[in-house]
């Protein structure tokens, strides 16, 4: 069994920033890949940002060039940098990881959600 915990959001004015962590925690898995999803009031869950085990990046388009995302592999543990936040971005945001477990499953994990609230 794999754990995903988030920790990093709150409530940021337009145009702030904001650095989300997702560490993973568990024995014996590896890593393929750590996203981050989010999800707002009425809308379906969307992809914001992913990275793989081998620093191949991904963005949704309403992002690039505002948020970053990076990992620490010794820490087991995905970071999204959040910068000129939008009204719009205002959702819980969902860390997701892609792992191998020690029987050698490819299993899909989520956190518990951080909201991000962006308001003035």
């Known amino acids: 069994q794999v754990q995903l915990v988030e920790s990093g959001g709150g409530l940021v004015q337009p145009g702030g920033s904001l650095r989300l962590s997702c560490a993973a925690s568990?024995?014996?898995?590896?890593?393929?890949?750590m996203g981050w999803y989010r999800q707002a009031p009425g809308k379906q869950r969307e992809l914001v940002a992913s990275?793989?085990?081998?620093?191949?990046?991904d963005y949704a388009e309403s992002v690039k060039d505002r948020f970053a995302i990076s990992r620490d592999s010794a820490k087991n543990t995905v970071y999204l940098e959040m910068n000129s936040l939008r009204p719009e971005d205002t959702a819980v945001y969902y860390c997701?990881?892609?792992?191998?477990?020690?029987?050698?499953?490819?299993?899909?994990?989520w956190g518990q959600g951080t909201q991000v609230t962006v308001s003035s």
């Open positions: 568990g024995s014996r898995f590896s890593i393929r890949a």
């Open positions: 990275i793989t085990s081998g620093d191949r990046t």
């Open positions: 997701n990881g892609a792992v191998i477990t020690g029987s050698g499953w490819l299993a899909n994990y």
